[in-house]
């Protein structure tokens, strides 16, 4: 199912979405194309407020938009694998089960 239909899909059913998404072998492929398609989008969301910044302060809105690019497409994503494996940990004090490829998955598309 493409990820336009995925996207609708999970606002009537989330729970259903990612369960299709980890079903079958694990693919890390896709859990890193959904994460940096996430982070593509959460780059282009600071454009404006970006081109704000640097209009009311004086700065160069190259130099913003070059920072604001290094953050969200090299380190954040360090980030969020980061805090997919913090999320697995807690559930499984929590009696949780599954491997942490679900944790994974969960979290990026929830992105």
Known sequence: MPF???????????????????????R??????????ACVILFIARWPALARQAHLEGQELNMLLGGTLMATI?????????????????????????????ARVSLFWSL
């Open 74 to 102: 090299f380190f954040a994503p360090l980030l969020f694998y980061a805090l997919s494996l913090v999320a697995h940990g807690i559930a499984r004090l929590l009696r949780g089960q599954g491997p942490s490829y679900y």
């Open 28 to 37: 890390e492929d896709r859990a890193l194309a959904i994460l940096m398609g």
């Open 4 to 26: 336009t239909q995925d996207i609708s899909a999970t606002y009537r059913g989330p729970g259903k979405v990612v369960r299709r998404l980890v079903s079958g072998a694990p």
